[in-house]
């Protein structure tokens, strides 16, 4: 008798891999956003900084309203409030000409990304997906963010060359908008356990409050958004002003690189690019290896590549090489962090669970964020900032390591 395995790619896996992929698109390109509104109003790095902290911020606190929002009334319906948020801050951001009503506004930018982005999106995939795929449909949607960290950047710093900042914003949010054609894709069943329906949301939060692995992974994930965040927001105007010079004849120039400016925003493409096959090999390794001595050895591994990057000099080559590197290592923590909480804590009420994971990771981001800006400021460079991150990537590998894998309920029965 044949048995008919289920798909690995589905309509809802295609519409949450695209969504993602602009939602990320837009938010991995404020980076090359830092120097040209800074120029024009004449403000200090720390309040653009500050802006795209509270953005960070403001996604974090989203994320589990948004995960418990389309738990209670549907998912398509919490996409709609994400996106219809999400133009409305990128409209009225572009009209903001003080550093307080840009800061403001940033929180309605954060909150539209928590919409359309991991916490409902991956909730979404991972209950469509069976349990043979799950790992790698999630994977997939992961890769879809880093998909649109690609063209992002690039696409930001094209569209800059011929018109105002404020226009890309529109532009932006018309472009957000344009992906609620997808919802009609976004259709699921259901698959939690007999147990997980069982109990309600406030029962399984309880339950996930009081094991230390669910804390310890709460922790762990802090490093990641305080990385990412750093990287994606300070680390185009970083190149421009630290890099080298670059060769008017070398291989660069041959892709179209003959400025630091223009390497900045190729660098966060190419740790987009990087990311795609990092989360992928790291959704693959998900169904067969411990999830979290996978994570312990990209953290490590990320610990491992800042530190060299920052006590090497810092020249064209060792962006790239930089870039390749850190971005094969990019959000292959995600697939596999959410896949954890799936594994321990069931399907049912996992986008509220990974998205209080999740706001640890953006309590990450904004110290990464804001702490770039202050201390830019201060000392007129980035390297503390650099070494924090090193530090609490080092912090994130060892707490992984006493995380209890096996699902909570066989573990308190």
Known sequence: MNETRAPLITP???????????????????????????????????????????????????????????????????????????????????????????????IAVGFGIAGTGFGVILAVVGRAASDENRSMSLAIATAAGSAGQVFGAPLAEYLLGFMSWQNVFIIFAAAILATLALLPLMKTQPMAARSELEDSMGQILIKAFRDPSYSLIFLGFFSCGYQLAFITAHFPAFVTEMCGAIDPSGTLATIGVSTTSALGAVSISLIGMANIAGTLLAGYLGKSYSRKYLLAGIYAARTVVAAVFILMPITPTSVIVFSIAMGSLWLATVPLTSGLVAHIYGLRYMGTLYGIVFFSHQLGSFLGVWLGGRMYDAFGDYTMVWWIGVGVGAFSAIVHLPVKEQPLPARLA
């Open 12 to 106: 809802v896996l295609v519409a949450g891999c695209l969504i993602i992929l602009v939602s990320f698109a837009i938010r991995a390109s404020f980076g090359v956003f830092q120097i040209p509104i800074a120029a024009e109003f004449n403000w200090p790095r720390a309040e653009f900084s500050l802006a795209i902290a509270i953005q960070n911020l403001a996604w974090g606190i989203g994320q589990p309203i948004f995960g418990a929002i389309a738990e209670k009334i549907g998912d398509r319906k919490a996409i709609i409030m994400g996106a219809l948020t999400y133009a409305v801050g990128l409209v009225a951001s572009s009209y903001a000409v003080t550093p307080g009503a840009h800061q403001l506004l940033e």
